[in-house]
T-cell receptor
Framework: NAGVTQTPKFRVLKTGQSMTLLCAQD?????MYWYRQDPGMGLRLIHYSVGEGTTAKGEVPDGYNVSRLKKQNFLLGLESAAPSQTSVYFC???????????????FGEGSWLTVV | KQEVTQIPAALSVPEGENLVLNCSFTDSAIYNLQWFRQDPGKGLTSLLL?????REQTSGRLNASLDKSSGRSTLYIAASQPGDSATYLC??????????FGEGTQLTVNP
């Protein structure tokens, strides 16, 4: 049982390049999330998904796109990377909404992205 | 807009000391509050989850309390050890999608 797995763990991009971060969970969770963590800003929600085939915007969605084609995977894309997107990215998952709001949220190990 | 504040931002204590970390939030309409631990270069590990109807949760040397009406939670660590050194984050859940984090308390336990 791997939990939440993120790939890649480290990446350096040049401004304007594109890339995709992959998140996979093996807990059959409905909800999946992408956060970024920056010094002095804490963790901020980028996008989230409440189930396969659904996505929604979080607090800081600009410059990112996501897809949830399979329940276990949640992809975060940067179409044209900017230095402001240098950050640590965390994927997380949890059981669904309603009475499952009370369930624990599980995080991946993080992906360190540097845009030069 | 929900805001979560953690005080102090950093704390250094000698081994064996009991300590309290504080978390406050501005909107009391929460589903639950969760305490996490983050080690350098690592992800977040869930420590304790307190539902909005609960007052406290305990796990080993950790005890978390919740006073929803006053917008406060505390994480009590008994008999601290060097292995407890990490950043501790609290987060409140106000919807299925909305989990608002504090900036964390960086704890150092000195041998």
């Amino acid at each position: 049982n791997a939990g939440v797995t993120q790939t890649p763990k480290f990446r350096v991009l040049k401004t304007g390049q594109s890339m995709t971060l992959l998140c996979a969970q093996d807990m059959n969770h409905e909800y999946m999330y992408w956060y970024r963590q920056d010094p002095g800003m804490g963790l901020r929600l980028i996008h989230y998904s409440v189930g396969e085939g659904t996505t929604a915007k979080g607090e800081v969605p600009d410059g990112y796109n996501v897809s949830r084609l399979k329940k276990q995977n949640f992809l975060l894309g940067l179409e044209s990377a900017a230095p402001s997107q240098t950050s640590v990215y965390f994927c997380a998952s949890s059981y669904g909404g309603g009475r499952f709001f009370g369930n624990t949220i599980y995080f991946g190990e993080g992906s360190w992205l540097t845009v030069v | 807009k929900q805001e979560v504040t953690q005080i102090p931002a950093a704390l250094s204590v000698p081994e064996g000391e009991n300590l309290v970390l504080n978390c406050s939030f501005t909107d009391s309409a929460i589903y639950n509050l969760q305490w996490f631990r983050q080690d350098p270069g690592k992800g977040l590990t869930s420590l304790l989850l307190i539902q909005s109807s609960q007052r406290e949760q305990t796990s080993g040397r950790l005890n978390a309390s919740l006073d929803k009406s006053s917008g406060r939670s505390t994480l009590y660590i008994a008999a601290s050890q060097p292995g407890d050194s990490a950043t501790y984050l609290c987060a409140v859940r106000t919807s299925g999608s909305r989990l608002t984090f504090g900036e964390g308390t960086q704890l150092t336990v000195n041998p």
